[in-house]
């Protein structure tokens, strides 16, 4: 399974902003399981960000995005994203899309597949 993150960029503080992770290869694998947002500063460790469960009726952010930050997927298109509000300039980082190896649960433990990051830059 690849999982290729795309929508990052260069913005405001204050604007908006979606992230897209597509899936490819044996999708099949990823149908049933959660997936999930990571982030990494520079000096920092990878953080976790939002998670979504196999159909999508539970969803979990870290509690710095919470309210700002909302994650979805499209089973049948193999694709999850993360539109991000209100940015912050805390907010830059690289964001990790990521498939868990259970149904609900995401977490830096549970990650099987990791997608590269797509770069966050947030100005003040």
């Known amino acids: 399974v690849q999982l290729q993150a795309f929508g990052g960029g260069l913005v405001q503080a204050g604007s908006s902003l979606t992230l897209s992770c597509a899936a490819s290869?044996?999708?099949?694998?990823?149908?049933?399981?959660?997936m999930g947002w990571f982030r990494q500063a520079p000096g920092k460790e990878r953080e976790f960000v939002a998670g979504?469960?196999?159909?999508?009726?539970?969803?979990r952010y870290g509690d710095s995005v919470k309210g700002r930050f909302t994650i979805s997927r499209d089973r049948a298109k193999n694709t999850v994203h993360l539109q991000m509000t209100s940015l912050k300039p805390e907010d830059t980082a690289d964001y990790y899309c990521?498939?868990?190896?259970?149904?609900?649960?995401?977490?830096?433990?549970?990650?099987?597949?990791w997608g590269q990051g797509t770069q966050v830059t947030v100005s003040s």
């Open positions: 979504i469960s196999w159909n999508g009726g539970v969803t």
């Open positions: 990521a498939g868990s190896r259970h149904s609900a649960a995401v977490a830096l433990s549970t990650i099987a597949y």
């Open positions: 290869g044996r999708t099949s694998i990823l149908s049933n399981n959660a």
